[in-house]
């Protein structure tokens, strides 16, 4: 796809980081499945990623930590994440 951000530039499969913060906290979670622009850098996340990512936060949070950084992993359909 051609980039939204430089206009010049076209997207290739790659690997990005995604911050996140949820009450207080932030999660750093990197190489991250993206497209990325070949001219500027710009990452573009599909929906099911950054759904699946935001459920296992959700569910894997540590307490009293206001700091994390995670990298994804991709699982097998039907297998679950640890």
Do not use: Q
């Not at 913060?21 to 710009?42: F, I, L, Q, S």
């Not at 573009?44 to 206001?66: I, M, Q």
Request: aromatic share 6%.
């Amino acid at each position: 796809m051609k980039c939204v951000i430089c206009k010049h530039g076209t997207t290739k499969p790659g690997e990005g980081m995604l911050v996140f913060e949820r009450d207080g906290k932030t999660y750093v979670v990197r190489h991250v499945p993206a497209d990325v622009c070949t001219n500027c850098g710009e990452e573009y996340f599909s929906d099911v990623v950054v759904a699946k990512l935001e459920e296992s936060l959700e569910a894997n949070t540590v307490p009293d930590v206001p700091a994390e950084t995670r990298s994804y992993v991709s699982t097998p359909p039907g297998h679950a994440a640890v």
